[in-house]
């Protein structure tokens, strides 16, 4: 049994910052995450993007079932451990690269996931998931299951500790990897308030832009803050 449930949506610049915090703090303390699946696509299933979201939510959030989709064959064929690479290589896939690459590998996921599966070392035919609706079921149902730990105003990614007894919490959202030392005292703070069980949230929607290549922050500097509401992002006044 794994100590963390970690759902996430590889799309998602927030749980991506989010994933890398909790690896820094897994190598320091001995405990094991499972990656779970959380699709946004799904979770926003009865919005109207054009009107509630920015243009390109729509086509990322399709992005972001379609590598779940291929997540969820390799789990299926390959186990457990071969999800946290999958994800680790993602991520360095859509968020290490610079801002055109992103934008390019969200319009043709099978451009993102082909040098993925072949840095892995796994089949090529593994592609094909991308468009097989019949993996679906397993997403949602691990949406779903996310989505009934924290209840539905939420987003990526959701942390479920102490599976599957345990408290979960929607986050933390950060915006800047933190240093070793940094990342062991969050991850104490958290965990402590995920275990008290009066705890429900604590917020603010201004938000600064995550320090990732790919949304044009740099390592050392400081992403522009803007006010999220509602799942996405508005520039502050």
Known sequence: MADLDFYFDPICPFAWMTSKWVRLVAAQRDYEVAWRFISLRMVNAGLDYAAQFPPDYERAHTAGLELLRVAAAVRRDHGE????????????????????????????????????????????????????????????????????????????????????????????????????????????????????GGFAELKRSLRETPQLRALGVEEGTVGVQEDWQHGHRRAAS
């Open 81 to 196: 451990a071969a999800v946290a690479d999958l994800y680790l290589a993602y991520g360095t896939e859509l968020f290490d690269s610079p801002p055109a690459r992103r934008e390019e590998l969200q319009r043709d996921t099978r451009a993102c996931a082909a040098p993925v599966l072949e840095l892995l070392g796994l089949p090529a035919r593994t592609l094909d998931a991308i468009g097989d609706t019949s993996l679906d079921p397993v997403i949602q149902a691990e949406t779903d299951r996310a989505l009934e730990l924290t209840g539905r105003d939420v987003g990526t990614p959701i942390l479920h500790f102490d599976p599957p007894a345990g408290s979960a919490l929607f986050g933390p959202v950060i915006s800047r990897l933190p240093s070793d030392k940094e990342a062991v005292e969050l991850w104490d703070h958290v965990v402590a308030l995920s275990r008290f």
